[in-house]
């Protein structure tokens, strides 16, 4: 396990943020550290926004909605086209300063931007596409018909492990359907947001006449958020974090009657029923589960194997997880990079002390010491627990996956459903019934439904999102651009006489 990084990654970050035509200014001698979690070491620092720029921020960004949205959409797409184009461009670039600021092993980080071209194509096309219906009237010589309108500046409130993707799920739509966006990424990962900003301000600066403060970053941790939450200014505000900041941005936008998207924490869990081709499902688990160290919204954390596949799949799984290696992701071509940082370290050994204390068998789970005090890797624990009790019904943001027997489907759906997330799922079967019986309206309860493949990496070209304490959002594909702008019905009269509707007279 060779995770000692020899690599300068501050030189390195340097090197890159430079390409993008960042001026060491916007990184050096600021009031917010940014750590790499790969060595633990601190990279950058930048300044923060207080409350009083946040407010002018949001200001600019209203003026820059109020020319925009009369841009026609088709024009708009271009501009999202050529951030398209800037993307491919720094691929590589963003690609490994998102393996820097947040450890994603190198496909992953370069995953996470090829989602944000992808969104960029679904949002061009969508451009030429934000239709509404033509709606048949009760009343002779009417029309009736729903128009689509931009609705204003859209704040998007970002988690730190997926740094820039978010940004862009939420900016290519709002873009297309004419608001504003201004952007407060994580405190942990402020470098790639300020490299995507770059990124952006090169697309615009290409399209030639783009309202100046169309998509901006604000700098700064939750007080900074709160403004963003809190304005007049802002009808919608597209919140991704813990179910923790949910609850705390919700009830505020709902108090002022703001729109949100509140995309929040997953316990996602699989069913591998006795017909499951394991070799497959093996696959797809060690990829939910282990994959970015456990540190996707979707990752896999609850499994429920049926006693007759139980002796044959687990011990697989164990050995697989024996044998994965975890590692710099920046030097190694290891599979599990590092947690975020202490915090999330200390969290996955409470959860694990829990878990024991509660009849949980645990393998792996330990440090794993890479000579750098400060980054903290793990291998990933698989713990096999008698029941569904804590800590598996809770989200605990590390590679932690509870496994458990059953019997009987029912119950096992039953125990699915049973925690308060509900974002992702899978049943791995190849019995028709059992599928369609986890899709239907008494199966599955989470907004991510999949058959014989894992609970993470889903494509831009679904909704995406989940129920109950997951907030109940949608973003990225299908129609979710409906949520970034607000609808109009028309009804318009073009005969010489004035019939009300549900036959109602009123003669003067
Ligand atoms: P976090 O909740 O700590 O922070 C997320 C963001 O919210 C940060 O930018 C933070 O500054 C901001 N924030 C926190 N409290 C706020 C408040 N009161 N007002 C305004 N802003 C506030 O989450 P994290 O640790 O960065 O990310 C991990 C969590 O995010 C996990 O629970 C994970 O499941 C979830 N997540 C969900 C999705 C999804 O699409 N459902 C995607 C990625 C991550």
């Given at each position: 396990m060779d995770t000692q990084a020899k690599i300068d990654v501050k030189r390195e970050t340097a090197a890159l943020l430079e390409k993008l035509g960042i001026e060491p200014s916007a990184y050096t001698g600021g009031d917010l550290a940014s750590f790499t979690p790969v060595t633990g070491e601190q990279i950058a620092s930048i300044k923060t926004h207080s409350a009083t720029d946040a407010e002018k921020i949001i200001d600019k960004a209203d003026e820059a909605f109020r020319k925009w949205r009369l841009v026609p959409a088709p024009k708009r797409g271009e501009l999202v086209r050529l951030l398209g184009e800037e993307l491919r461009r720094f691929k590589n670039e963003l690609g490994r300063l998102v393996s820097i600021e947040a450890g994603k092993i190198p496909s992953e980080g370069l995953g996470e931007v090829q989602e944000m071209i992808d969104i960029c194509d679904f949002a061009v096309g969508l451009s030429r596409q934000l239709y509404g219906l033509t709606i048949a009237t009760e009343r002779p010589g009417h029309r009736m018909m729903e128009t689509w309108h931009p609705l204003g500046v859209v704040g998007v409130i970002s988690a730190f492990n997926f740094p820039v993707a978010v940004w862009s799920w939420n900016a290519a739509l709002a873009l297309v359907c004419g608001n504003a966006v201004v952007w407060k990424p994580s405190e942990k990962t402020p470098l790639t947001a300020l490299a995507c900003n770059a990124i952006f301000a090169r697309a615009a600066k290409r399209f030639g006449d783009a309202p100046e403060g169309l998509s901006q970053v604000l700098i700064g941790d939750r007080a900074i958020g709160e403004v963003l939450v809190d304005?007049?200014?802002?009808?919608l505000v597209s919140a991704t974090g813990s179910t923790r900041m949910g609850r705390e941005v919700g009830p505020r936008l709902a108090k002022r009657f703001a729109r949100s998207i509140l995309e929040l924490g997953g316990n996602n869990a699989g069913i591998v029923c006795p017909s499951a081709d394991l070799d497959m499902a093996l696959r797809a688990i060690a990829f939910g589960a282990m994959g970015t160290a456990g540190q996707r919204c979707t990752t896999l954390r609850r499994l429920f194997v049926h006693e007759s596949v139980y002796d044959t799949l687990v011990p697989r799984l164990k050995k697989a997880y024996a044998s994965v290696s975890v590692g710099s992701p920046l030097e190694t071509s290891a599979l599990v990079g590092p947690l975020i940082d202490k915090a999330a370290f200390d969290h996955m050994q409470k959860a694990l002390k829990e878990a024991a204390a509660n009849g949980g068998n645990i393998t792996g789970g330990e440090r794993v010491e890479t000579g750098h005090a400060d980054a903290y890797y793990v291998k990933p624990a698989l713990v096999e627990m008698p029941k569904q009790v804590a800590p598996v019904t809770?989200?605990?943001?590390?590679p932690i996956l509870y496994v458990m027997k059953y019997s009987d489907f029912d119950e096992a759906l039953r125990d699915h459903n049973a925690v308060g997330a509900g974002l992702s799922s899978s049943i791995f079967t190849l019995n028709l019934q059992e599928a369609e019986r986890f899709m239907?309206?008494?199966?599955?309860?989470?907004g991510i439904a999949n058959v014989n493949?894992?609970?993470?990496?889903?494509?831009?070209?679904g909704a995406f999102g989940g129920e109950k304490e997951t907030g109940g959002g949608r973003e990225s594909g299908s129609d979710a651009w409906k949520a970034y702008m607000r609808r109009a019905t028309n009804t318009v009269n073009y005969s010489k006489a004035l019939p009300l509707a549900q036959g109602v007279s009123f003669d003067i």
């Open positions: 304005s007049p200014k802002v009808p809770e989200e605990t943001f590390a239907a309206a008494d199966g599955s309860d989470c493949i894992g609970t993470s990496g889903a494509e831009i070209g």
